[in-house]
């Protein structure tokens, strides 16, 4: 759901409207009289949905995080600790980042 204000009261209350969308997730909506509207939201939520497209762009990988969300919610798969995971893929929790990468 999100807040509907005109630009003057945005801009006579923009540092309350700053702090109640970071602290409360609020969208605020400014309405403008042409209709071209602009959306403040907080600084994480704008990067919440753009990494989430782009995780999404590809279609393989769309249907892959889908197809894993249908089994989490489903629970045909048990839950793995990351231990578990590193075991797996014969990895050490020592291992860095370029390491991992590699072996995926």
Do not use: W
Not at 69 to 94: C, I, N
């Amino acid at each position: 759901m999100s807040i509907k204000v005109t630009p003057e009261e945005a801009a006579k209350n923009l540092e309350s409207i700053c702090h109640q969308v970071v602290e409360n997730h609020e969208v605020v909506r400014i309405c403008q009289p042409d209709g071209k509207n602009v959306v403040l939201i907080a600084e994480t939520e704008l990067d919440s949905l753009l990494e989430t497209l782009y995780l999404l762009r590809s279609p393989t990988n769309a249907t892959r995080l889908l197809t894993a969300l249908q089994r989490a919610r489903a629970k045909t798969v048990e839950p793995q600790s990351v231990s578990e995971l590193y075991a797996r893929f014969g990895l050490s929790e020592d291992d860095n980042s370029s390491d991992i990468a590699t072996a995926s």
